[in-house]
């Protein structure tokens, strides 16, 4: 049996804002509309803008400076070094074709206190995920560039995702 259909009381409805906050609200962006607009594309840019960077590096065709990283690309191998060498693993998930990848490539494995703070603890793999499909699946990567830290059997202990070179040196501080 179907209940009827219960119409609205005055107690069940929000109160309608009063006529003059609207009013104001109307006025302010009235007179704000540009600051606001500007505003907003602020935000956008400061949130895409690892994005356009690496559209600027792809396109201008601007090669990434050499860094003193010496990548691995065999996980298992990795993964041996790091058993032997008392290391973790850092895995830089990737492609060419990503514009925030060609970002880091510019930005941030070249710093020295990156590589330096690499060197000091990590085995550095990075996982082109267009030619290896088997490892970012075994993590569950679904977007790139996906940073993770792991121990010696493969245990993922950090992750995280495009950083700055002082935001990837304070990520591999982290114990």
């Known amino acids: 049996m179907e209940e009827p259909a219960v119409e609205p009381t005055r107690d069940t409805l929000p109160d309608p804002p009063a006529p003059g906050v609207l009013k104001s609200l109307r006025a302010f962006v009235g007179r704000h509309d540009r600051w606001i607009w500007i505003g907003v594309f602020a935000i956008v840019l400061f949130m895409r803008w690892p994005m356009l960077k690496g559209y600027y590096y792809k396109v201008a065709d601007v090669p990434a400076p050499a860094t003193a990283i010496e990548w691995r690309t065999d996980f298992d191998a990795a993964l041996g070094e790091a058993r032997r060498e008392g290391k973790r693993v850092l895995v830089d998930f990737s492609a060419d074709w990503c514009p925030p990848c060609i970002a880091m490539k510019h930005d941030v494995w070249p710093d020295p206190e990156v590589a330096r703070a690499i060197a000091d603890g990590y085995v550095p793999l990075l996982i ?48």
């Open 128 to 175: 082109d995920t267009d030619k290896n499909g088997v490892v970012p699946e075994r993590y569950g990567v679904t977007g790139i560039p996906t940073i993770l830290v792991l121990d010696h059997t493969g245990t993922v202990l950090r992750e995280d995702a495009f950083l700055s070179a002082s935001g990837m040196v304070k990520f591999l501080s982290e114990k």
